[in-house]
């Protein structure tokens, strides 16, 4: 079976899919806001399993964002591939950008999470108390580019 998996351009639409069967269901209580620019949807086998991209805070500070639906369980191998995806779409939107350092907040009672941001080259959180809606901590990671890359 050939695993096809597509980050295009974020769409109108995308983010209401994700939240209708996002892979933490506390997503679906999160307050509406608005996509920022750079934003992509992952798209595995025909089905929209997440989006995510980058908000430009200030000049060089970039914050990453991702959400993924249940679907992007589907098997271990689709992690994998999403993961080395994702990573690397990130890691373009921020040479595009210029970024020198991009954050990211992550739930801190969400381990999978956790260990997604730091696949992704997130390191060094520190803990943000009552973040999330319902007063749950974040643990704030950062990935600081080289310089080299970003020229």
Avoid at 38 to 43: G, I
Avoid at 58 to 66: F, K, T
Avoid at 127 to 143: M, N, R, S, W
Wanted: glycine content about 8%; proline content about 5%.
């Amino acid at each position: 079976m050939n695993n096809i998996m597509e980050i295009r351009p974020y769409q109108d639409g995308d983010m209401q899919f994700v939240r209708q069967d996002p892979f933490q269901e506390a997503v679906k209580d999160y307050p509406e806001l608005p996509v920022p620019a750079n934003s992509y949807t992952c798209v595995f086998e025909g089905i929209r399993v997440g989006v995510g991209g980058i908000k430009v805070l200030s000049e060089g500070i970039g914050e990453a964002w991702v959400l993924m639906t249940k679907q992007s369980k589907k098997n271990g191998i689709f992690g994998l591939i999403a993961c080395r995806a994702i990573s690397d779409k990130l890691d373009s939107i921020a040479v595009e950008l210029n970024l020198s350092q991009c954050q990211s907040h992550i739930r801190a009672d969400f381990p999978k999470a956790i260990r997604f941001a730091e696949t992704l080259g997130f390191t060094n959180p520190c803990e943000i108390h009552d973040y999330f809606p319902g007063k749950v901590d974040a643990l704030l990671y950062t990935k600081v580019y080289d310089e080299q890359v970003c020229v």
